[in-house]
C-alpha cells in the first residue's frame, strides 16, 4: 500500500472555479511535506514545501496547508487558469526516505 | 535557475540492448536521483547519489545500475533491457537530501521492443 495517497485520481474544472486536492500520508517520522506540479511531457517542479511547524504555505494563486496530527495535508488552487492543467504529485520526506503520491491529474477547460 | 538536462526526451531500444540515460546538472549540488514514472504508481526511486563516485540503491534497483564519474553528470543504466522497463525515467538533482526540493529534468520516454 502506497504510503502517501492522493484523491482525486482525476478532476476536471471550469476555467475561474477553485479546487481542493487532497493528501493523505502515512509516512513516519514526519520531515517535511511538497508539492510538486507536473505539466505534460515535463519533470514536476516545486510548488510549496512545509515542515511540522507550518500548516500553510501560498504560493501566487497556490495554497497548501498541513495538519501533521490527521497526516493530511491539501492543496487550494484559487481562480484557476488553463494553464494550470497538469498532475499535481504530493511527496512526504521521512528521515533520508521520500514516498511519493500517483498524483491528481486537473483539466481546466475553457 | 537550476536546469536538469535528460540527453533524450523519446529513445526507443530492443530487448537485451544495453542502454544509457545521461543526466548533467549545472548548480554544483551534491545529490542526485534516478527515477522511473508508471501511471498509477507515482514516481519510484530506483538510484541516488550523494557524491562523486558514491551511489545508493532506491526501492527498485533491480536490472538498472548507475554511473556518478563527475559532480555535474549522473547516468542510469540499463544492463538488458527489458519490455517491462518501459517507462518515463526522471532524473533529479538537489543541495541537501532533505528539506530541498528536488529539481527535476524533463524526463525520457524509453520505449523497449
Known sequence: ?110 | DVKVTQSSRYLVKRTGEKVFLECVQDMDHENMFWYRQDPGLGLRLIYFSYDVKMKEKGDIPEGYSVSREKKERFSLILESASTNQTSMYLCASSFLFRGQPQHFGDGTRLSIL
Open chain 1, 1 to 110: 500500500k502506497n504510503q502517501v495517497e492522493q484523491s482525486p485520481q482525476s478532476l476536471i474544472i471550469l476555467e475561474g472555479k477553485n479546487c481542493t486536492l487532497q493528501c493523505n500520508y502515512t509516512v513516519s517520522p514526519f520531515s517535511n511535506l511538497r508539492w510538486y506540479k507536473q505539466d505534460t511531457g515535463r519533470g514536476p517542479v516545486s510548488l510549496t514545501i512545509m515542515t511540522f511547524s507550518e500548516n500553510t504555505k501560498s504560493n501566487g494563486r497556490y495554497t497548501a496547508t498541513l495538519d501533521a496530527d490527521t497526516k493530511q495535508s491539501s492543496l487550494h488552487i484559487t481562480a484557476s487558469q488553463l494553464s494550470d492543467s497538469a498532475s499535481y504529485i504530493c511527496v512526504v520526506s521521512a528521515n533520508n526516505d521520500m514516498r511519493f503520491g500517483a498524483g491528481t491529474r486537473l483539466t481546466v477547460k475553457p
